[in-house]
């Protein structure tokens, strides 16, 4: 590794080795490594565990009001090699990447690649620096994508987006009772309504008590404050077309 490489690398990565070795180890690839033992092969193993640490403890403390499943879904998303490869892209990080002959350009990498690189420089600068110090590199590179794929993942969850409001504003938790279901059992519809601190809101009607509960989440939204009346017209359209697309 020459030092311009070097150079190039830390200013990139906001972060000045101690010991360079484990920056060339991390961007070099097995292709031009005399031993993949020398390659960063290791370093992505050991990367990817310290990665899945920072996410779910910065996903953890964000977002107090998620439940386990929402938390597994979205940290899959933040530390999938899709995301992994974006960052490493947009980052130039897949640049710097040390590789054999087969390929010559960005543009040619393959995506798994560049997330291999970015997982491996993840583990240099842990075993460099320690933790604090790679939780606020992944943090200063990762937040933007956690941030996305978060509110991606409860686009259409008004579910979520009702109880994220009412525990942060007024400490309550959302409770939704069954009041009526009508129609043949191959066609049913439901009604349900949602209980907020003691306030019922408005009733909504659904094919499944899904759909329903996820209308009178909807309702009670409007009724609080945090969507207008457009944007809950717009959201049950959705919702029904979602529905028609089943």
């Not at 992505?44 to 565990?49: K, R, S, V």
């Not at 960052?87 to 010559?104: F, H, R």
């Not at 790679?134 to 933007?144: A, C, E, G, I, S």
Request: hydrophobic fraction near 40%; proline fraction near 3%.
């Amino acid at each position: 590794m020459t030092n311009d490489l070097r150079d190039r690398a830390e200013q990139v990565l906001g972060h000045t080795f101690k010991n360079p070795n484990l920056l060339k180890e991390a961007l070099t690839h097995a292709s031009i490594a005399d031993n993949r033992l020398n390659s960063n092969e290791r370093m992505e193993f050991l990367g990817d565990a310290v990665l899945d640490l920072v996410v779910c403890e910065a996903l953890y403390l964000k977002f107090p009001q998620y439940q386990e499943g929402d938390l597994t879904k979205v940290k899959s998303a933040v530390v999938s090699r899709r995301t992994c490869a974006e960052v490493a892209m947009e980052t130039g990080l897949a640049d710097l990447l040390i590789i054999g002959k087969g390929i010559s350009s960005r543009s040619a990498m393959p995506s798994s690649l560049a997330a291999a690189v970015y997982e491996s420089i993840v583990a240099a600068v842990y075993l460099d620096g320690g933790f604090e110090v790679v939780k606020d590199y992944v943090l200063r590179t990762m937040t933007p994508k956690l941030e996305e794929i978060a509110a991606n993942a409860h686009q259409h969850n008004y579910k979520a987006l009702l109880q994220q409001h009412a525990q942060r504003v007024l400490g309550a938790t959302p409770q939704y009772e069954l009041l009526d279901e009508k129609g043949p059992d191959h066609s049913k519809c439901f009604e349900v309504c949602v209980t907020v601190d003691g306030r019922r809101f408005t009733s909504a009607w659904g094919p499944n008590k899904k759909m329903a509960e996820q209308k009178a989440a909807l309702l009670a939204l409007e009724d609080l404050g945090v969507l207008e009346a457009k944007e809950v017209d717009e959201a049950i359209d959705e919702l029904a077309e979602e529905v028609e697309e089943e």
